[in-house]
């Protein structure tokens, strides 16, 4: 199964959905970094484990745990930084790097949104992104 995408309205509709488990690190990972390899790949890097790992990069979503991107990538990746992520409610997908009157680096469809908005373009609050293991999914709080 591949990663999922959820998208939430505020952080009280995600403390209401995840109430059983905000607290377990299995669930409720801090996301630290994404990255982006344009148009081909995104990387998602969390500090949840300290051996070193081999990134499966035949996946559109790869997953880095141990908290740091090998050095192999550090020259063909953009960091993913505060206000370059978007939700299209219209498109229901995440424009990631967003650039006028031009496609986005990256872009990938959101799997589920909770909340209630009309057609438009929301920003993601870059202090709300948690990776949940046991589901596989990636969580993002407008």
């Not at 148009?39 to 890097?45: C, G, K, P, S, Y």
């Not at 997953?63 to 229901?92: M, S, W």
């Not at 920003?123 to 407008?142: A, G, Q, S, T």
């Amino acid at each position: 199964m591949a990663t999922s995408f959820y998208v939430y309205s505020s952080l009280e509709v995600y403390n209401r959905i995840y109430k059983d488990f905000i607290e377990d690190p299995m669930f409720n990972a801090k996301l630290i970094d994404i990255y982006i390899v344009p148009r081909l790949h995104l990387i998602a890097v969390t500090n949840t484990n300290n051996q070193k790992e081999r990134l499966n990069m035949n996946r559109t979503i790869v997953h880095a745990r141990n908290g740091v991107l090998p050095e192999e990538l550090k020259g063909t990746v953009d960091l993913i930084k505060h206000n370059q992520c978007v939700f299209d409610a219209k498109k229901n997908k995440l424009l990631f790097k967003p650039r006028f009157l031009r496609s986005p680096l990256y872009e990938t469809k959101v799997d589920r949104f909770y909340g209630d908005f009309h057609k438009g373009k929301y920003k993601v609050n870059w202090e709300h992104r948690f990776y949940d293991f046991m589901r596989d999914r990636i969580n993002l709080v407008l």
